[in-house]
């Protein structure tokens, strides 16, 4: 089973800020098969990007991936408000497995 | 618009067993696979179980294989799990999401408890 491991486990940052969140797999991710999640408290969660760096429909243009292999990024060039919550990592080129997320919270 | 509502959760005691309910709305149903996964209080995702599109594959990871079965009613639009011999580690938000691979809608999810 491919773990992932997302660093830091929280980000305390200010509205503006530069975000980037960090996903390390224990094994190389097949065809960049990484995606992110955004969840917030009491919302479904929001695909953000799929294939590694592909942005879902509707998502705003701050948000990018990037990464292969091993290591993936996901950045968020200039916080807005509404992007405080935790995000989420999952890999789907052996089967499905989640990252254990990354909080960003309001510094 | 794309909606998945869950439905099902509640206090059951171990051993017993329970069925989830996914209804969605706003696309067309027999065209997509969908996906359970589950979330443990605090905890992270879980994927527990994956249908394809016309039913012909389901795949489970170790954790849940021969107490879950991933099913799908077309008619209903509906997507079922049901949870068999549930034990006090399988409490947790359920939730199901539209994708074969991956969730690109979701639902808000549904909260089992597994207690005595």
């Known amino acids: 089973e491919i773990v992932l491991t997302q660093s830091p486990g929280t980000l305390s940052l200010s509205p503006g800020e530069r975000a980037t969140l960090s996903c390390r797999a224990s094994?190389?991710?097949?065809?960049?098969?990484l995606v992110w999640y955004q969840q917030k408290p009491g919302q479904a969660l929001r695909l953000l990007i799929y294939?590694?760096?592909s942005r879902a429909a509707g998502i705003p243009d701050r948000f990018s991936g990037s990464g292969s292999g091993t290591d993936f990024t996901l950045t968020i060039s200039r916080l807005e408000p509404e992007d405080f919550a935790v995000y989420y990592c999952?890999?789907?080129?052996?089967?499905?497995?989640f990252g254990q997320g990354t909080k960003v919270e309001i510094k | 618009q794309v909606q998945l509502v869950e439905s099902g959760g509640g206090v059951v005691q171990p051993g017993r067993s329970l069925r989830l309910s996914c209804a969605a709305s706003?696309?067309?149903?027999?065209?997509?696979?969908f996906h359970w996964v589950r979330q443990a209080p605090g905890k992270g995702l879980e994927w527990v179980a994956v249908?394809?599109?016309?039913?012909?594959?389901?795949y489970y990871p170790d954790s849940v294989k021969g107490r879950f079965t991933i099913s799908r009613d077309t008619s209903k639009s509906t997507v079922y799990l049901q949870m068999n011999n549930l034990r006090t580690d399988d409490t947790a938000v359920y939730y199901c999401?539209?994708?074969?691979?991956?969730?690109?809608?979701w639902g808000q999810g549904t909260l089992v408890t597994v207690s005595s």
């Open positions: 999401a539209r994708g074969l691979l991956f969730g690109d809608y």
């Open positions: 706003g696309f067309t149903f027999s065209n997509y696979a």
């Open positions: 249908i394809s599109y016309d039913e012909s594959n389901k």
């Open positions: 094994q190389s991710v097949s065809s960049s098969s």
């Open positions: 294939g590694a760096s």
């Open positions: 999952q890999q789907y080129g052996s089967s499905r497995t």
